[in-house]
């Protein structure tokens, strides 16, 4: 994981704060549903989707602003090396949100009431 947070560089760390606090509001309704706890899950899902692919982005621009200091042939192996870097973000914040989504589920179905007879 250390190597994940390095190789992703400085977007993995707001990355991380705003998905762990999405994950700790889902699971907070998870144990206590309430319905007015879903628009900050929105919006914190959002906000660390976007963190996510702003780091991305960043580790993109500084791989391609740093292509010319290396020699011609190594120009697509460092390059695919800075893109699969790079993705070390967006997939933090996949991984963040999909465990938030599934702590949601479980406030969902404990705040769905049983229907007798369906």
């Given at each position: 994981?250390?190597?994940?947070?390095?190789?992703?560089?400085?977007?993995?760390f707001?990355?991380?704060?705003?998905?762990?606090?999405?994950?700790?509001?889902?699971?907070?309704?998870?144990?206590?549903?309430?319905?007015?706890?879903?628009?900050?899950?929105?919006?914190?899902?959002?906000?660390?989707?976007?963190?996510?692919?702003?780091?991305?982005?960043?580790?993109?621009?500084?791989t391609?602003?740093?292509?010319?200091?290396?020699?011609?042939?190594?120009?697509?192996?460092?390059?695919?090396?800075?893109?699969?870097?790079?993705?070390?973000?967006?997939?933090?914040?996949?991984?963040?949100?999909?465990?938030?989504?599934?702590?949601?589920?479980?406030?969902?179905?404990?705040?769905?009431?049983?229907?007798?007879?369906?």
């Amino acid at each position: 994981m250390l190597e994940a947070f390095r190789n992703g560089g400085w977007g993995m760390f707001p990355t991380a704060l705003f998905g762990v606090v999405c994950l700790v509001v889902a699971a907070r309704y998870a144990l206590r549903p309430d319905p007015r706890w879903i628009p900050l899950q929105l919006a914190l899902g959002m906000v660390t989707v976007l963190t996510g692919c702003l780091g991305f982005v960043a580790g993109l621009i500084t791989t391609t602003n740093h292509l010319h200091e290396v020699p011609e042939s190594q120009v697509p192996l460092i390059g695919a090396l800075g893109f699969g870097e790079s993705l070390h973000n967006v997939a933090l914040s996949l991984i963040l949100v999909v465990l938030a989504a599934l702590c949601t589920s479980v406030g969902v179905v404990r705040s769905t009431p049983a229907r007798v007879g369906a």
